[in-house]
């Protein structure tokens, strides 16, 4: 069965400061890869996706993420954090089905930003 | 600003009541989802329509009734909820492609009393 590891459920960055967000997923083949963030009250909003082809993938709000097929890892970084990027971020794993998408969702990892 | 449409934004209603939580999109997606999704916890996929058809249901109770009237409708359909069916209600949408990504709305929260 698919699943998907988030290892951090908080992670505490000063602003400006660099982030990394660990996900690392478990699928018989190379799935479709999605990172979303929820600020609080909201619904998600997608950050960045991965297929295929070129294995670092930029997305909104100045992050990217970068595929490892060897860790089965798909980590979420940025290089300097604004105080409002404090939100929850999930990792996602979607596999291929016709006609529609069935997530599986990491627990998340709850983001919180310092002065 | 999201492009998935809810309604309401807040419920709160009783266990014995009947309402109906409201979905739209325009974006010409032909799958749509519900999810429930409880504090600090990921959303957990309920149902996916499929061009207008139920192609998934999560053992869900039948407390829970999903329609979807057209490609740009989903409604959810609450009727004798249980406390514990307090949760933040999402809606997605996507293409049918599956390399493309779901789209959320910005959710329901409801209450049971």
């Known amino acids: 069965a698919q699943s998907v590891t988030q290892p951090d459920i908080h992670i505490t960055v000063s602003e400006g400061a660099s982030l990394e967000l660990r996900c690392n997923y478990s699928y018989g083949a190379t799935p479709y890869l999605f990172w979303y963030v929820q600020s609080p009250g909201q619904g998600l909003q997608l950050l960045l996706k991965y297929f295929s082809g070129d294995t670092l993938v930029q997305g909104i709000k100045g992050f990217e993420a970068e595929f490892k097929r060897s860790q089965s890892s798909f980590n979420l970084r940025k290089p300097s954090v604004h105080w409002s990027d404090a939100a929850e971020y999930f990792c996602?794993?979607?596999?291929?089905?016709?006609?529609?998408?069935?997530?599986?969702f990491g627990t998340g990892t709850r983001l919180l930003v310092s002065p | 600003d999201t492009e998935v449409t809810q309604t309401p934004k807040h419920l709160v209603m009783g266990m014995t009541n009947k309402k109906s939580l409201k979905c739209e999109q325009h974006?010409?997606?032909?799958?749509m989802y519900w999810y429930k999704q409880k504090a600090k916890k990921p959303p957990e996929l309920m149902f996916v329509y499929s061009y207008e058809k139920l192609s998934i249901n999560e053992s869900v109770p039948s407390r829970f009734s999903p329609e979807c009237p057209n490609s740009s409708l989903l409604n959810l359909h609450l009727h004798a909820l249980q406390p514990e069916d307090s949760a933040l209600y999402l809606c997605?949408?996507?293409?049918?492609?599956?390399?493309?990504?779901?789209?959320f709305g910005d959710g329901t929260r409801l209450s049971i009393l």
């Open positions: 997605a949408s996507s293409s049918p492609r599956a390399n493309q990504p779901q789209h």
């Open positions: 974006m010409g997606h032909r799958a």
């Open positions: 996602a794993v979607g596999p291929l089905n016709t006609g529609f998408q069935k997530l599986v």
